[in-house]
T-cell receptor, first 112, second 117 residues
Framework: DAKTTQPPSMDCAEGRAANLPCNHSTISGNEYVYWYRQIHSQGPQYIIHGLKNNETNEMASLIITEDRKSSTLILPHATLRDTAVYYCIVRDWMDSSYKLIFGSGTRLLVRP | NAGVMQNPRHLVRRRGQEARLRCSPMKGHSHVYWYRQLPEEGLKFMVYLQKENIIDESGMPKERFSAEFPKEGPSILRIQQVVRGDSAAYFC???????????????FGPGTRLTVL
């Protein structure tokens, strides 16, 4: 079972920041937080990951609370093409299987 | 560098037939994963393979499903005697072999949509 909780849906206006929350209150010290997204029916796309520090790349920023029990994915200037289902996943880096456990995700709708 | 390739993209089978789904990982990737996505649901892990070895098949149904990743050629997910409940999108992902790395980004293919009539 997924170890994360996300709101089922959110929306934001095009050009504004989209802030997607994720709760992972049972996260352990070995577990990373990953974000993937799935646009329409395509294969999931990796966005970003982090352990305890905030992370930023060309796609998004990841803010992890100090106690690591929750995180927020930030799309700074959302576009219509960012409409997708966003999945927050925690994975133990010592798990040699490397499998990803997907939950239900957040369906983000970016409005024109 | 081509991405993960899956074929066919769409597959229609009648109940009782066999379905073979193929996945060619990205060049240089030696880890392959298969996931299944039922309509309106998230992806569910099925199996993790390295060349010629099944590493984790904890998500595979006990009967009718099998997977392989031979030394040469694509990974194959085989479903025997398909039933309507097997209708789903099947996604393959691959990742590189990075010894000691703390994470392994998975690159997903476009999926194969299986419809069982």
């Amino acid at each position: 079972d997924a170890k994360t909780t996300q709101p089922p849906s959110m929306d934001c206006a095009e050009g504004r920041a989209a802030n997607l929350p994720c709760n992972h209150s049972t996260i352990s010290g070995n577990e990373y937080v990953y974000w993937y997204r799935q646009i329409h029916s395509q294969g999931p796309q990796y966005i970003i990951h982090g352990l305890k520090n905030n992370e930023t790349n060309e796609m998004a920023s990841l803010i992890i609370t100090e106690d690591r029990k929750s995180s927020t994915l930030i799309l700074p200037h959302a576009t219509l093409r960012d409409t997708a289902v966003y999945y927050c996943i925690v994975r133990d880096w010592m798990d040699s299987s490397y499998k990803l456990i997907f939950g239900s995700g957040t369906r983000l709708l970016v409005r024109p | 560098n081509a991405g993960v390739m899956q074929n066919p993209r769409h597959l229609v089978r009648r109940r009782g037939q066999e379905a073979r789904l193929r996945c060619s990982p990205m060049k240089g990737h030696s880890h392959v994963y298969w996931y299944r996505q039922l309509p309106e649901e998230g992806l569910k892990f099925m199996v993790y393979l390295q060349k010629e070895n099944i590493i984790d098949e904890s998500g595979m149904p006990k009967e009718r499903f099998s997977a392989e990743f031979p030394k040469e050629g694509p990974s194959i997910l085989r479903i025997q005697q398909v039933v309507r409940g097997d209708s789903a999108a099947y996604f393959c992902a691959s990742s590189p072999r990075v010894a000691g790395e703390s994470y392994n980004e998975q690159f997903f293919g476009p999926g194969t949509r299986l419809t069982v009539l």
